[in-house]
């Protein structure tokens, strides 16, 4: 089960975090990731973090503005955005997985949380 906080309404310019917490003893997975959804449009990739490594990988919306991190003792997944922009209004979704392939597409996710509203306002 992955469960999201941190949401929330921001000026552009501001910054929030939003942290993603795996419990369950069926989660088995080697990789996390963020997916948002804005309104009227599909869902996208945003950011992808392995749990062993911490390799990261970020969509070119969010590069350099978005870091993605994770506390393995606790199990939980970061996703801290500065800088933000309307255009980043959207649910945003935490995922995980336990296979491979492309780590940009949502259906090679398993598990996913419920999504989290973040607004930014202009």
């Known amino acids: 089960q992955l469960v999201e906080l941190g949401g929330g309404l921001v000026q552009a310019g501001g910054s929030l975090r ?4 795996v419990s369950g003893r069926t989660f088995s997975g080697n990789a ?3 997916f948002r959804q804005g309104p009227g449009k599909e869902r996208a990739f945003v950011a992808f973090i392995t749990w062993t490594t911490g390799d990261t990988y970020y969509s070119d919306h969010v590069k350099g503005r978005f870091t ?13 955005m500065n800088s933000l922009k309307p255009e980043d209004t959207a649910i945003y979704y935490c995922a995980g ?13 398993s598990y996913w949380g419920q999504g989290t509203q973040v607004t930014v306002s202009s």
Do not use: F
Request: glycine share 10%; net charge positive.
């Open 18 to 21: 939003l942290s993603c917490a």
């Open 32 to 34: 996390m990731a963020w």
């Open 68 to 80: 993605i991190s994770r506390d393995n003792a606790k199990n939980t997944v970061y996703l801290q």
């Open 97 to 109: 997985r336990s296979g491979g392939g492309i780590w940009t597409i949502a259906s090679t996710y």
